[in-house]
């Protein structure tokens, strides 16, 4: 008996110290990376679910009860449900202001902050797009972010946390370099989103948003809408229109029978195929610039 | 002595064994190295520039300086949240304004109406909320509800903690006690247009609360376990003694599970208090302090909810909740009670629709048929902060002019959210 506790023991700080909570699939695959086995990751949201709207389940409550870190995303993507949550978890190690609450959105630059803010635009992001973890220039400073906090708040594994980041960093700078070219003969084209989820993606790579599906931001596709898009896909012959893989693909479907355009329905998170985040890039780029 | 060696040597020869775990990492960091400035060389020949936007980053120290700053949050503003509620309609019944106001539920006596209450058009409220933390220890609240004809009252105005540990947290100020499923919730968050007949019954339209304190404690469980007690003025409308000493004491058990798919909420409710009444003069007038005891009222609440998501932003919501009251009334304790069952299928971001059944099956008045009421309602969303509800009720709790009397109403109400309001619990 002795003799299976001991090991145990002495284990037992090496093994995970830290409880970790966050947000979306793609965050909790980052934890993984940099820390392995050296905290553990519960991961809130589904990553075929729209990242605006997750319904708060009491499930989720008992994650973020034990947590001692909780990482979102931020920019105002998660203020319909985290909040909700952290209020009746209970936990001031993790709530808003604490050291165990790390919004990434504070370390990346967002792009297309609004000048003027009126709910008569739609539920526009007020702090700027908040999808910026679909640019994947971004992933490794996002991991780095993490590889900082985790070596902050267990110092006896940064080592682990550095040499993991270094090995994760190295092999992303290659996967880059091939998302690159296949990207790169789509560049200078346009495109149709559905919301302005991609941008940041296709900004990376020189390719244009020339129009969104939904008429403003949370507002459900119009015929009139519609229609004006289909007259504009077909004189400004924009070859792509690509529908995310949580709201209804009938009106892109729709656009593409009357338009000639091609319809693509992307993952934006990781999940179901696409179970890490090589894979879920190396289906955007593939998907995204088909030759 | 002997033990202690022991254990350190183990946990040494572990050590040892993350640093050799090391050395392979380093190793393996080597080779993607080589790999990497073959990868790069092979770009070069490529002559492509590999990408449009630039990618300018924080340095380490900067990273870690924001870290430092608790968090590193972007704080937006210092002002509080502040939003207005707005809500009306049109409402139309087979009795008039006169009758509804006049109609009474037995056992209960004149029922309260507080929206739609006349045929026709009704402005019903105006609630302005506002909200913020007010410092690392607080977060504060207060929901000023004004009514259609300009009267106003202050729904709600507390403060909570933010940094009590083992899970704790207290509430206190004026506040809806979070006896049951509903209570809590505030009427523009309501499945329904009009309140769960169980409820407004036994603690009328504005629901068990007032002045008083909580305090919950989340279990440290994997699924959700929350426990709570209240303590309350006693509040006669509620159905408990108003005497200045009088207090309600309000406890509760919630629990949630996930089956797969489906979440089952579910609760169980105990309020206490004494069941004092005021006396009255020969005119019928309420004479102050002077009361008569009578003994205790105790509630007693049980509720269980199911939700099953669907495909998209669809769901399948199956709410229930039964409330039973025992009175010490003068020789004997009365009991009542009543439940209701509502159904909500929500089938896209625009549109819902549910089916509810109120029944008052216990009382004490020797009535011959059960006090019930059927609803039906569609919901219309154009905007998540917009939403107009058609309800018709069919309504055979009340009774006009001693004699029970069937309620037909259609109603078509409007509710708008303007300005930055917190998200809701689910
Ligand atoms: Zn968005």
């Known amino acids: ?291 | 002595m002997v033990k202690k060696s022991v254990l350190s040597l183990v946990c040494a020869s572990a050590l040892f064994a993350s640093d050799t775990e090391l050395e392979q990492l380093k190793q393996q960091m080597m080779q993607l190295q080589q790999q990497l400035s073959e990868m790069q060389k092979h770009i070069q020949t490529l002559e492509a520039v590999p990408a449009v936007a630039s990618n300018e980053t924080l340095s380490d120290e900067e990273m870690l300086q924001k870290m430092a700053t608790k968090g590193g949050t972007t704080v937006t503003s210092l002002l509080p949240d502040i939003a207005l509620i707005l809500n009306g309609g049109y409402t139309s019944r087979n009795v008039t304004n006169t009758q509804y106001a006049n109609a009474s539920i037995p056992g209960f006596g004149k029922m309260e109406i507080q929206n739609n209450a006349k045929d026709g058009f009704n402005l019903n409220y105006g609630e302005v909320a506002m909200s913020s933390t007010v410092d690392p220890y607080f977060d504060a609240s207060a929901i000023f509800h004004i009514h259609g004809d300009g009267t106003m009252e202050v729904e709600e105005a507390y403060f909570v903690t933010r940094a009590l540990d083992y899970g704790l947290r207290v509430k206190a100020g004026k506040f809806k006690s979070a006896f049951g499923r509903v209570n809590e919730k505030h009427h523009h968050a309501w499945n329904f247009e009009d309140q769960e007949l169980v409820n407004n019954v036994f603690f009328g339209p504005d629901g068990l609360g007032g002045e008083g304190a909580q305090l919950q404690w989340a279990a440290p469980t994997p699924m959700y376990l929350m426990a709570g007690f209240e303590l309350f003025n006693g509040n006669a409308k509620q159905g408990f003694s108003a005497k200045e000493s009088a207090s309600t004491a309000v406890g509760y058990l919630k629990s949630s599970v996930d089956v797969g798919n489906a979440t089952v909420l579910a609760g169980l409710s105990y309020a206490q208090g004494k069941s004092e009444v005021q006396n009255t003069d020969g005119l019928g007038n309420l004479i102050v302090d002077s009361f008569t005891d009578y003994g205790q009222t105790r509630l007693y609440g049980v509720d269980v909810t199911l939700e099953y998501p669907l495909e998209g932003y669809g769901s399948l919501i199956w709410q229930n909740e039964w409330i039973q009251r025992n009175k010490d009334v003068e020789t004997m304790t009365q009991k009542q009670a009543g439940y209701y069952s509502e159904l909500m299928y929500k089938i896209d971001e625009n549109w819902a629709t549910g089916v509810r059944y109120d029944d008052l099956y216990k009382n004490m008045e020797n009535i011959s048929h059960h006090l019930n009421r059927t609803s039906v309602k569609v919901d219309y969303k154009p905007f998540e902060f917009s939403r107009f509800r058609l309800q018709y009720n069919q309504d055979h709790s009340k009774y006009i002019d001693d004699q029970a009397k069937t309620i037909h109403e259609v109603m078509l109400n409007y509710t708008l959210e303007l300005g930055a309001h917190g998200a809701h619990a689910f």
């Open chain 1, 1 to 291: 008996m002795k003799k299976l506790l001991l090991p145990l023991l002495c284990s037992l700080p090496l093994l995970a110290s830290v409880h970790v909570a966050v947000a979306y699939p793609y965050i909790g695959e980052l934890v993984k990376t940099i820390a392995h086995d050296k905290v553990d990751v519960s991961v809130i949201a589904q990553g075929s679910s729209d990242p605006h709207f997750v319904v708060p389940r009491p499930s989720y409550i008992g994650m973020l009860r034990e947590a001692d870190l909780l990482i979102v995303n931020g920019g105002g993507l998660e203020i319909g449900w985290i909040p909700p949550l952290q209020n009746q978890a209970h936990n001031p190690k993790i709530i808003q202001g604490a050291a165990g609450y790390l919004d990434l959105s504070a370390y990346v630059k967002m792009i297309d902050k609004p000048t003027s803010l009126s709910r008569a635009q739609g539920d526009v992001h007020a702090e700027g797009n908040p999808h910026y973890s679909l640019d994947p220039y971004n992933i490794p400073v996002l991991a780095k972010i993490i590889m900082l906090k985790l070596s902050l708040m267990d110092p006896a594994n940064k080592n682990v946390y550095h040499t993991n980041y270094d090995v994760f960093a190295k092999q992303w700078s290659i996967k880059l370099a091939q998302w690159d070219k296949t990207m790169l003969p789509c560049r200078n084209t346009q495109v149709i989103q559905y919301h302005e989820l991609y941008s940041y993606f296709l900004n990376r790579y020189g390719i244009h948003t020339a129009g969104t599906i939904e008429p403003l931001p949370g507002i459900t596709p119009s015929s009139k809408h519609t229609l004006e898009l289909i007259n504009q896909i077909r004189t400004d012959k924009i070859p792509t229109i690509i529908q995310d893989d949580y709201h209804e693909p009938k009106t892109a479907q729709f656009i593409a029978s009357k338009s000639g355009a091609r319809a693509v329905v992307l993952a934006h998170d990781v999940g179901g195929e696409n179970d890490t985040l090589e894979k879920l890039f190396d289906s955007l780029s593939e998907q995204t610039c088909k030759q």
